[in-house]
Nanobody
Framework: QVQLVESGGGLVQSGGSLRLSCAAS??????MGWYRQAPGNQRELVAR???????DYADSVKGRFTISRDNAKNTVNLQMNSLKPEETAVYYC???????????WGQGTQVTVSS
């Protein structure tokens, strides 16, 4: 079955950096990405990347976050720089399978940015 396992969350000061990683297994994936959800807010797209390397970022993170993937290893990473307190949230890995176009989610990893 499909599994997404995230790592790399934690506590960082405002202006700091974190790198999130997600290892996917059980299928071949077209789009892989990261979403986040803060308490009381809807889950929102942070960044996503296609198997061909095309990327899409939320306007609020452009120039600070970088998404990358390794198709051979089925991993997707999110390098987050210049983090802000308002970006405190649970970050979720997302992957869409090529065959069924079904979306799968990781369990989420907490990112806390202190001011």
């Amino acid at each position: 079955q499909v599994q997404l396992v995230e790592s790399g969350g934690g506590l960082v000061q405002s202006g700091g950096s974190l790198r999130l990683s997600c290892a996917a297994s059980g299928s071949i994936f077209s789009i892989m990405g990261w979403y986040r959800q803060a308490p009381g807010n809807q889950r929102e797209l942070v960044a996503r990347i296609s198997s061909g390397g095309s990327t899409d970022y939320a306007d609020s993170v452009k120039g600070r976050f970088t998404i990358s993937r390794d198709n051979a290893k089925n991993t997707v990473n999110l390098q987050m720089n210049s983090l802000k307190p308002e970006e405190t949230a649970v970050y979720y890995c997302n992957a869409r399978t090529i065959c069924s176009l079904k979306n799968y989610w990781g369990q989420g990893t907490q990112v806390t940015v202190s001011s």
